[in-house]
């Protein structure tokens, strides 16, 4: 199941990529830090080639695609190859036709009642976003504590960096972390595949001691 892929690893990156082509060395050096996890994000056009590529070349990656904010967007995903959808933001036609596609879809909630309308739509694994302008894991464990009852769990994205990485793994309600730092624009921009292997590797290893 896709969502205990992602809890195993505890960590994803999120990528937006100018280049298509450029996921191939991207998912190397993601690969040669220990981690085999990526959502790439339909802030760019290259998205859907980039997730084809991943999908095709990489079968053994839990595969996302992020910032999905449309219908047209969640199709595409799914005709790519995508594993699991994420959004920024909760749209009941989007999950409602994730589900009935068969994707798994995790929205973006930052307040209760964000949570109850998800959990109203059938998600149970939702995207805390943003994360560090809303007050971080504090803020986590104060809404989701009435529903922990509900099995909530969080991905916590947004002001998530190896600085506070382990602070948000301690807790209980979270399954996984969305980050960018260790595949930031300028990385990617440079192709420095070296810096996005070490820093992933030092990611992947305050995760597994957390």
Known sequence: ????????????????????????????????????????????????????????????????????????????????????????????????????????????????????????LGCQTLKFFPAGALGGIKTIASIAAPYAHKGVRFVPTGGVTAANLAEYLASPFTLAVGGSWMVDKPLLKAKNWAEVTRLTRQAVAIASAN
Do not use: H, W, Y
């Open 1 to 120: 199941m896709i969502v205990d892929r992602i809890g195993k690893g505890r960590l994803v990156p999120v990528i937006a990529l100018d280049e298509a082509a450029d996921a191939v060395d991207l998912c190397k050096a993601l690969k040669a830090g220990g981690l085999e996890v990526a959502e790439i994000t339909f802030r760019t056009a290259a998205a859907r080639e980039a997730i084809r590529i991943v999908a095709r070349e990489f079968p053994e990656f839990a595969l996302g695609a992020g910032t999905v904010t449309t219908l047209d967007e969640l199709e595409a995903a799914r005709e790519a190859g995508a594993e699991f959808a994420v959004a920024p933001g909760l749209n009941a036609k989007i999950v409602n036709r994730a589900q009935e596609i068969g994707l798994p879809f995790f929205p973006g909630v930052c307040t209760p009642s964000d949570i109850e309308a998800a959990l109203e």
